[in-house]
C-alpha cells in the first residue's frame, strides 16, 4: 500500500543545500515485510520520518509518498496526525528515550489508546495489559504501573511494540529497532515483530544495517547507499546473486563463523 | 540537609502556621486602646513585642503583616509562573519568528526598572493589596519565561516528543502533557527565590505608603510608622526589619536547597533499576 516514488530530500542548513535522498523508488507489497539497509548516514531513517511526517522545518521534499494512493506530501499537518498510528506506525532507535520519563508505562499506553479507539479508561487499561501479557511482558498487570526506566531496554522496546500495535496501524515501520539491544533480545524482538505482523495482518518495514537481520527476517529488500537505492528486489534473489559492489560488500560484512 | 535548609523550612513553616491560624485565636489587630493611646511601650510579658504609638500590639500586627507578605507572594509568584510558563512554552516550541518576537518583548520588558514600573501603576490605580499582588505578578514573569524557553527548546529534541508526534497525538497534549512537567524543576527553584523578591517588594511600597493602607498591617507600613519614633522605640522599627530580613533570607536558602536537592546530577545515584 506504500508507494514512494522518485523521493528527494534535500537539509537546508545556513542557506547550504544538502542532499540527502537522491530519486529514491520503494514498494511494500501488501503483506510483506521489506528490509532497508544500508550504512549510517545513508537515509534509511530518514526515509522513515519523511513516511511520518517528522522531518524538521530545514528538510525539503519532492516526489510522491503515496499510500493507499493519495500523495502525503499534500497532507496539512492534521491530516498527518490523523494517519499517524493509526495506519502507520513508527517503532523508534532507542526505545527508553522514545517513552516519556515522567509518565508511567500504564499513563502513556492509555492515553494512546484512548486517542485511537473509543473506549472507556478501564477498558483501554483492560487492553493495555493484554497488550504487553502478548509481547511477554510478565506479570504485565503490575508492572503496567511501573516507570520506563524500572524496565530493561529490551522490555521498553516490547512495550513500544505493543503501543504501536495498540493504534491498529496497517504499516509498521521499525527504525532500527534491535540497535541498542545484546544478540538475545534481538532475535526476541525481531520475533514478535515478525509475529504481530502476521496478528494484526500489517505490512512492515525493517530498518536495519544488519543483513543477517534482513536475510532472516523480510521478504524483500532495498539497499540504500548514499540516500540511493543501489539494488532492490526479492531476498532470495538478491542474496544469491548481488549485482551491485555495495551490496557484495554488506553481505561479505555479516561474520561468519569459522573453525581454526 | 543541610543546616540553613532546615532552619529555613522550620521558620517558614512556623511562620505559615502563625499566620494561618491567627484570626482563630486573637482580636483585632487595627483595635485601638485609648488608654495605651501616645507613647509606645517596649517589649513585655504580656506584649511580646510592645505596644506601637496606637496601643496596638505589634506581636499580633507582625503576624497579620505576615499574612499579607505570604499572600502577596504566593499570589504573585502564582501570576508571574502562570504567564511565564505560558509564554516561555509557547516560544520555546514554536521557535522561528513566534520565538524572535517574544524574546525581544521580553528583552524590552526586561530593561524597564520594575520598581518605578510599579510606583507609576500604584499612583494611577487605587493602591491596595490585590493591586500589589497583580502589579507584582505582572510585572516579573519574564525570567521564569526565558528559564522555561530554555528547557523547552532542548526538551522539543528528545525523542520522546517525536515518538508522540508518531502516534497521533495533538501539539496542544504533547506541549501541556508531556513537555511542561520536564520544565517544573527550574520554575519551582525560581518560584521560590521569586517569593523572596515579592516580599520584599510589597515592604518597599507599602514602606512608601503604595502598597496595603493603614490601618490594615503590613510589615512595610509598621516600618514606615515607626519613623517617627526611632530613638524613643527603635523595637517598632527593629521587629518588622527584622521579619522581612529573615523571611526573605530563608526563602533564598530554600531556593538553594531545593535546588541541590533536585538537581539531576545529585539523584542519580538514587534511580532504582528493575532489570528482568
Not at chain 1, 520520518?49 to 499510500?67: C, F, N, Q
Not at chain 2, 489587630?29 to 493611646?37: G, H, K, S
Amino acid at each position: 500500500m506504500l508507494d514512494i516514488k522518485t523521493l528527494n530530500l534535500d537539509f537546508i542548513v545556513d542557506n547550504e543545500r544538502h542532499s540527502v535522498l537522491k530519486n529514491l523508488s520503494l514498494t511494500v507489497p501488501s503483506g510483506a515485510t521489506l528490509g532497508i539497509v544500508g550504512e549510517s548516514g545513508s537515509g534509511k531513517s530518514v526515509t522513515a520520518y519523511s513516511v511520518m511526517g517528522l522531518l524538521p522545518k530545514t528538510a525539503e521534499v519532492s516526489g510522491d509518498i503515496l499510500w493507499k494512493g493519495q500523495n502525503l506530501l499534500d497532507y496539512t499537518e492534521e491530516q498527518w496526525a490523523s494517519i499517524r498510528g493509526s495506519e502507520i506506525g513508527l517503532i523508534f532507535q532507542n526505545p527508553q528515550a522514545a517513552l516519556n520519563p515522567v509518565f508511567t508505562v500504564a499513563n502513556q499506553m492509555i492515553e494512546t489508546i484512548m486517542l485511537h479507539q473509543h473506549l472507556s479508561k478501564e477498558q483501554a487499561r483492560a487492553t493495555a495489559i493484554e497488550l504487553l501479557e502478548k509481547v511477554n511482558i510478565t506479570n504485565a498487570a503490575d508492572r503496567i504501573d511501573d516507570y520506563p526506566h524500572q524496565f530493561s531496554i529490551g522490555m521498553c522496546q516490547r512495550i513500544m511494540i505493543a503501543m504501536t500495535v495498540s493504534m491498529r496501524p496497517k504499516l509498521l515501520i521499525a527504525d532500527e529497532p534491535t540497535a541498542s539491544l545484546d544478540v538475545t533480545s534481538q532475535q526476541q524482538i525481531l520475533r514478535l515483530l515478525t509475529e504481530v505482523k502476521s496478528a494484526y495482518d500489517m505490512d512492515l518495514i525493517i530498518i536495519s544495517h544488519d543483513m543477517a537481520v534482513i536475510a532472516e527476517h523480510c521478504d524483500y529488500v532495498a539497499v540504500l547507499y548514499l540516500g540511493e537505492v543501489v539494488e532492490s528486489g526479492k531476498t532470495d534473489s538478491i542474496f544469491k546473486n548481488p549485482k551491485h559492489a555495495y551490496t557484495k560488500k554488506l553481505i561479505d560484512a555479516i561474520p561468519k563463523i569459522s573453525f581454526l | 540537609m543541610t543546616k540553613k535548609l532546615l532552619f529555613s523550612i522550620l521558620y517558614l513553616t512556623t511562620l505559615l502556621i502563625a499566620a494561618v491560624c491567627v484570626p482563630f485565636f486573637s482580636q483585632d489587630p487595627t483595635l485601638i486602646d485609648m488608654a495605651q493611646l501616645g507613647s509606645p511601650q517596649p517589649p513585655s510579658l504580656s506584649h511580646w513585642f510592645g505596644l506601637d504609638d496606637l496601643g496596638r500590639d505589634i506581636f499580633l500586627r507582625s503576624i497579620y503583616g505576615a499574612r499579607v507578605s505570604l499572600t502577596v507572594a504566593f499570589v504573585a509568584v502564582g501570576i508571574s509562573l502562570c504567564i511565564g510558563v505560558l509564554v516561555g512554552i509557547i516560544s520555546g516550541f514554536f521557535s522561528g519568528l513566534v520565538d524572535a518576537i517574544i524574546m525581544r518583548l521580553i528583552d524590552t520588558l526586561m530593561a524597564i526598572p520594575t520598581l518605578f514600573l510599579i510606583l507609576i501603576v500604584q499612583v494611577m490605580l487605587k493602591p491596595s493589596i490585590v493591586t500589589v499582588m497583580v502589579v507584582i505578578g505582572v510585572s516579573s514573569w519574564m525570567g521564569i519565561a526565558r528559564l522555561v524557553r530554555a528547557e523547552v527548546l532542548s526538551l522539543k529534541e528528545r525523542p520522546f516528543v517525536s515518538a508522540c508526534k508518531a502516534r497521533g497525538l495533538s501539539q496542544r497534549r504533547i506541549i501541556f502533557k508531556h513537555i511542561f512537567p520536564h520544565t517544573l524543576n527550574p520554575v519551582i527553584v525560581a518560584a521560590t527565590l521569586g517569593m523572596g523578591g515579592a516580599i520584599l517588594l510589597e515592604s518597599v511600597l507599602s514602606f512608601l505608603g503604595l502598597g496595603v493602607q493603614p490601618p490594615h498591617a503590613s510589615w512595610g507600613n509598621m516600618l514606615e510608622n515607626s519613623l517617627g519614633f526611632l530613638r524613643d522605640a527603635p523595637w517598632m522599627a527593629l521587629i518588622p526589619g527584622c521579619l522581612i530580613t529573615l523571611t526573605v533570607l530563608s526563602l533564598n536558602f530554600l531556593g538553594d536547597g531545593l535546588w541541590v536537592l533536585i538537581d539531576p546530577k545529585a539523584r542519580e545515584n538514587n534511580v532504582r533499576h528493575k532489570d528482568s
